[in-house]
Every structure is written in C-alpha cells, then in structure tokens.
C-alpha cells in the first residue's frame, strides 16, 4: 500500500511585476492558508516519509509553513527527507508521475508539492475512486494550498498509474476557515 499526498503551493503574491515567476513568494493569504493545512495534516498524524518539492519558492515556502505545523506536537519534521527539485516546476504530469515511479519502494507515503494545472491533470488521472463529494471538488477545480491524499493498492511506486488511486481526502484551506 503507498499513500501519496498532493499538495498544491499556496497563494502567491503578483504585487511586483518584476519579480520572475519561479522567485514570487507567497501572499499573506498563501500564508495564512498554508499554515491551516499544515494544521489539518498534523491533526490527522500525516508524517511523510519523504517529500519532494517544486524549486519555486511560492512551493519553498508553502511546504516550510506545512512543514512548521506537522511538527508543532513535538514530531521532528526536520528529519523528514525533502528533495527540492528544479524538474517539478511546471513540468507537466507525465513528468511528475515519471518522478513518483522513481521513488524507492521503502517509501509508503510520499508528499509531492507543485503547481496547477500539472497538479489537478495528475490528481484527476490518478483517482477512480474515493468519496463522492470529495472526488466531485477534486474534478472541479484543484484550489491553492489544496492537499489530496491518494491510496494505491501496489507494492511499488512503479506500479502507480491512471486509474489505479482512491481519493482518501480532499482537503481545501476554504473549508477549514
């Protein structure tokens, strides 16, 4: 069994037009929001065993906020295993699905933090099943800040393909105001 959660970055700040999209950080609202999902995963003991993050510091940053929350009861976050990698940003879903397979078969749950619309593309692809409701907001739209948690039953990333997950949750920070 692999469990893999999607998270998508959060808002980001468009207040200065000179900044290049890789380098915007996130927007006070980003923040904000960032910071609930990384409370709404702690509370439901989310501990990912290895986590693998968009360069992009809007990604940077909303993983850190994540990060901050799952280890406000005492778990050490830092020894979770991040790989920050300049080939998730804006790479396409073929691509970050390639990178899933990659991941060694020791790792039973994974964290993989991106961009839309290769995030949603991915997620949508990945699910055939799961809750209704969940699965109908996941279809609609793949918000900012947004974390899908998707349940293979395979032994090895290898064997993650389309229509192979169950959607387990679907959580968007609107819903935890």
Request: charged share 25%.
């Given at each position: ?120 593309s991915l997620a949508t692809s990945l699910v055939v099943e799961g809750e209704a409701q ?44």
């Amino acid at each position: 069994m692999k469990t893999l959660y999607l998270l998508r970055h959060a808002k980001s700040n468009w207040g200065d037009a000179r900044i290049a999209d890789h380098d915007r950080p996130l927007a006070p609202r980003g923040e904000d929001a960032a910071t609930r999902i990384g409370r709404y995963l702690n509370d439901r003991g989310v501990r990912p065993e290895l986590i693998l993050c968009s360069t992009a510091r809007r990604a940077a940053d909303t993983l850190d906020l994540v990060l901050a929350q799952i280890g406000r009861n005492g778990g050490d976050h830092a020894a979770i295993p991040v790989e920050r990698e300049r080939g998730l940003y804006l790479c396409g879903a073929r691509v970050m699905l390639e990178r899933i397979r990659d991941v060694p078969d020791g790792v039973h749950t994974l964290m993989l933090v991106a961009h839309n619309p290769d995030l949603h593309s991915l997620a949508t692809s990945l699910v055939v099943e799961g809750e209704a409701q969940a699965r109908a907001h996941l279809t609609e739209k793949f918000p900012t800040a947004a974390c899908a948690a998707i349940v293979f039953d395979v032994a090895h990333w290898r064997d993650v393909a389309p229509g192979t997950g169950r959607l387990a949750d679907f959580v968007r920070p609107r819903a935890l105001s």
